[in-house]
């Protein structure tokens, strides 16, 4: 009830800002024949303008929900880049001690392959 009341009372406010206007350019000698002719182009504006105002209202309320999904997609993209990373270099590390675990019996061999041969 709140929600209609408040329309209610925005349509009334409308209305009696419409009501000031054509009352201020009749008295400054618009024909009321002419005015009332205005009256429903005065009214569809005054709807556009409305409307107008809610899709600002609604873009600004999309900009910001955009803006923090792009934020939580980038923040889930850089930590999944981060664990690729953090993988690739567990990965590096593991491939290089493995390489020292057979480069040293490989080194150990030739040794006494040398010494002993002699």
């Known amino acids: 009830?709140?929600?209609a009341l408040n329309a209610?009372?925005?349509a009334t406010?409308?209305?009696t800002k419409l009501y000031n206007c054509i009352k201020e350019l009749?008295?400054?000698g618009v024909p009321f024949s002419d005015l009332k002719a205005l009256i429903p182009d005065m009214k569809r504006t005054r709807e556009q303008l409305q409307?107008?105002?809610m899709l600002e209202n609604n873009n600004e309320v999309?900009?910001?929900m955009l803006s923090k999904e792009m934020g939580f997609l980038l923040d889930a993209r850089e930590r999944a880049q981060e664990e690729q990373f953090r993988k690739l270099d567990q990965l590096i590390r593991q491939q290089q001690n493995y390489r020292k675990e057979f480069a040293r019996p490989a080194a150990a061999k030739r040794?006494?392959?040398l010494l002993f041969q002699s």
């Open 1 to 3: 009830m709140g929600n």
């Open 8 to 10: 209610l009372s925005s």
């Open 13 to 15: 406010k409308e209305d």
């Open 26 to 28: 009749y008295e400054q």
């Open 51 to 53: 409307i107008k105002r």
């Open 62 to 64: 999309l900009v910001s």
């Open 111 to 113: 040794l006494k392959k």
